[in-house]
């Protein structure tokens, strides 16, 4: 086992001190950014009562009590799940947070699916024929694709689609969910349709999470096709490579077991960076296509000024890097023999 | 160059001395990460080296040899044990006085590509040793020109960038950079591993010659055992950690005494017992001649 | 005699980015008989790696060749086409500088073994597992404690073994061997020079053995052939050419090798050795050579025959056609 438990200790360590950072900060960004949360939890009272609304305002959310007591019971309620209730929409922040994480979790999962084996494909295939015009076209489409903006692109796939006839709108035909007796277990639209063996929903749920996720793959397909490119370009030229050339074995096992091998560490490690990097985009084309993912509920939360559901925002997008900052390594660690953590 | 069985003349004050030296590295084991378990690279070293003597510490890859020079350069405290350069005890001064002590060592590293920064022209290398000194710039320049003189480069090389030298020239700068500020010692780590074998020769008798002229004591690390014949007259021989053998050159390559020296004696001599004959007797390029002659 | 290398007026290139050709081999005409250990010696920038490179097949597409190489017969290098599909594996094999650049890290040396043969003879998982245990113990390795290790948990030593052991897997009875000491410690360079010993006489192999160790290369080999700039120098049975070297190039590197327990001076020559794409004209050691009188500026001495089956490209000998 390449990955020790000595290891995992550290790192969770790490990462519970690093969200617990983020947390204070973001508390702490709260309070002291100009507004009073008091007078907006007080909904912005007038007139003589005010003033008392705005102070029992205080009291409730605890704004009454010293700094550091507020901080190191809003870690607490953190720690615990607990962060409070949403103004917007009434409900427990951290139910709102799961909704939404699955939802762009899903979004995130499939265009990543499809970004990195075919990322890394066009990439081996301009890396074996170097300086041709195939190289040439990979290379400047790969640049293309990693510059698009997003949001730009998101709209762009929705308008196509829309103009077309295709409804692409939300997460799933709420009349075939209903009518097929669809329920949502973990959120994960996509998993649930295929536990309860509900193809119909499966179907309209991967069709509907195809385009939007299209146009979050354009980034990781462009880096992922310029990295193993860059990488095989060097992987090809090791001695084992060459070794193997000479020992007379086939292209294809020199070219995938052997050099596209050498490139996987260094494809994942980029790969978990613009994983990261992803779930901003994946936020903003989510609103674009009216899913109700994290971009739906920051927007919201902008909106309404519902600063529970924006600090509870920052907590999830903070652990959400640290998660896929974890798992590159621990997958890096899978894929080279000689990488211990 | 070469004197059979030389001594040296100057007096045998020892300008490097360890006593009792253990040294090597902390690593993090096991699953309590705030305990680091000591794994030592060298053990018990005592080493001496008088004052204009030239001593190879010789060994094989893992033998610890790196670790040593890292010890005498002062830049890896000892666990144990006590390392006196030229009277003083490098490691009881404070870290940020330590310099001074050391820079009377010209230290030549290993691989002369990779030593050389490629953004600094050979004058601004060369500089480098006198930044410290209360040296007027026309003296440093002088230094600077001498030092060249003595590796035999021509002035012109100072605005050269390393890129522009070959292998042999860049070993050439390094050996000047570190002679430039008049040292009492000269370290050399594999002086001549990276280089051909005919540049390799180049610089075996270069520093003869700058041993002879300078009057310093001259320490050559190497793994390679014919090399460290040519630069030292006393050896030692580095084993896992552990001083295996030590004494004149020449008294280990004839008679080596732990079983480690004699497998590396061993492993260097040739196949062709009449090749050494030949260069033995003459030189080879004696035989061209006659054989042209003819 | 047979043949296993031939070369005629081989000449290898490298584009550069100008899309210059660099020439690193300039026209060598070499001639490897079967079963024997040859020996190609120089410095760096001889070329000598290059001409292994060729044999073995794994010049990069960016380099140019012309002239003419066959491997047993075969056309291998016409020109600017080079076609491999028939040598690689199957009658040329390589083994890379030491230790284990040769192997790859990602996978056990059972698996190396298993994707070679099945590249080869189409050998299943069973027979390639048997083939490698042959091998390995033919390389003086244990099988089991090998076969399922990855390279990094074995030493340098042991690395270059299995390199050896797979090289040898492939069947093909010419080992290109580029430099396979060269960062091995002198007792181990000496234990695998004693293996390719063995395995000679085992297999019945013909070695090219690149080196630039004269000394090491006085240990093993039958012939040699000395490289300068990308020209052969000289080119003979080995112990002659050590012992009485006739070109000045091959006798400067018999003077400077310093060696353990002979008390000379070394021999200083000034100079180094040219870079690659520098003057052509002329012989290419005229810079350093002692003996050089007008013609060697002029013209460029080509490989001819000396006395006995010595080749020697110098003016000093005449230069009998």
Known sequence: ??????????????????????????????????????????????????????????????????????????????????????????????????????????????????????????????????????????????????????????????????????TAYGRVDTRLALATGFRSITGLYLLDALVQLNFPVFLDVLARTF???????????????????????????????QSAVAWGVSRRAVVWRYAFRATLAGLVQVSGLAFAYSLVDAMVVEYV?????LGRFLFDSVNTSDFRLATGLIIVVALFYVLANTLADIVQALVDPRVKL | MWRAGSTVTASSKPVIELKNVTAGYYTAEGFKTLKKVFKPAITKIDLKVNDGERLAIIGESGSGKTTLLRVILGLLPP????????????????????????????YVPQDPAKSLNPRLRVAEVMAEPLARTDLSEKEKAERIRDALRIVQLHESILDYYPSQLSGGMMQRVLIARAIVHDPEILLLDEPTSALD?????????????????????????????????????????????????????????????????????????????????????????????????? | ??????????????????????????????????????????ESGSGKSTVALAISGILPPHAVTEGELYVYGNLVIRGESRSYEKIRGRLVTYIPQSPGTGLNP??????????????????????????????????????????????????????????????????????????????????????IANLLLRLREEVKLTVIFITHDLLLASRVGDRVAVMYAGSLAEVGKLREVLLKPLHPYTSMLVDVIPTLGVKKQ???????PPRPGSNDEGCPFFDRCPYRFSKCAAEKPRLSLAEGDRYVACWLYGNRE
Request: net charge positive.
């Open chain 3, 106 to 191: 990602y996978l056990t040396l059972g698996d190396q073994f298993y994707h070679v043969l099945k590249s080869l003879r189409g050998s299943t998982r069973k027979e390639a597992k048997a083939e490698a245990k042959k091998y390995l113990e033919m390389a003086g390795l244990d099988p089991a404690s090998t076969l399922d290790r990855y390279p990094h948990e074995l030493s340098g030593g042991m690395q270059q073994r299995a390199a050896i052991a797979l090289a040898l897997s492939t069947g093909a009875r010419v080992l290109v061997a580029d430099e396979p000491t060269s960062s091995l410690d002198a007792h181990l360079r000496l234990q």
């Open chain 1, 1 to 166: 086992m390449p990955v020790s438990l000595n290891y995992l200790v550290r790192r969770v360590g790490w990462s519970i001190a690093t969200i617990a950072g983020v947390v204070i900060l973001s508390y702490l960004v709260l309070v002291l950014s100009p507004g009073d949360p008091a007078v907006k939890w007080a909904g912005n009272p007038r007139g003589p009562g005010a003033a008392k609304a705005i102070e029992n305002a205080r009291k409730e959310l605890g704004l009454d009590q010293p700094l550091y007591l507020q901080v190191l019971n809003f870690l607490r309620m953190a720690f615990t799940g607990d962060l409070g209730i949403s103004i917007a929409y009434k409900k427990p922040v951290s139910e709102i947070l799961w909704r939404g994480l699955a939802a762009t979790l899903e979004l995130l999962a499939l265009a990543y699916a499809i970004a990195i084996p075919l990322g890394a494909f066009i990439g081996v295939m301009a890396s074996l024929r170097r300086g041709t015009w195939l190289d040439g076209f990979i290379q400047s489409a790969s640049l293309v694709l990693a510059n698009t903006p997003t949001f730009w692109l998101g709209i762009a796939i929705f308008m196509v689609l829309s103009t077309s006839g295709v």
């Open chain 1, 211 to 241: 385009p939007p996720a299209l146009a979050v793959a354009a980034y990781p397909v462009g880096v992922c096709a310029r990295v193993t490119r860059a990488l095989m370009a060097d992987a090809l030229l090791e001695g084992f490579v």
């Open chain 2, 79 to 106: 666990l144990r044990g006590d390392v006196v350069v030229l009277g003083e005890q490098i490691y009881r001064v404070p870290a940020r006085l330590r310099w001074r002590i050391t820079r009377q060592i010209g």
């Open chain 1, 289 to 293: 296509f009216g899913r109700d993912g």
């Open chain 3, 266 to 272: 070394l021999k200083c020559y000034s100079g180094e």
């Open chain 3, 1 to 42: 005699m047979v043949l296993a290398v031939k070369s005629e007026g081989l000449k290898i290139g490298y584009l550069d980015e100008q899309d210059n050709v660099l020439w690193a081999v300039k026209g060598v005409n070499l001639e490897v008989s079967e079963g024997e250990i040859y020996c190609i010696v120089g």
């Open chain 2, 197 to 294: 074998v005919s540049i390799q020769a180049q610089i075996i008798n270069l520093l003869c010659s700058i041993h002879e002229k300078l009057e310093l004591a001259m320490v050559t690390v190497t793994h390679d055992l014919p090399v460290a014949q040519y630069l030292a007259d006393q050896a030692v021989i580095l084993y896992r950690g552990t001083i295996v053998e030590k004494g004149p050159m020449e008294e280990i390559i004839a008679h080596p005494r732990s079983e480690h020296a004699r497998l590396l004696v061993t492993s260097y001599l040739s196949g062709l017992n009449g090749l050494d004959r030949i260069n033995r007797a003459e030189g080879v390029s004696a035989g061209i001649k006659r054989e042209t002659q003819r």
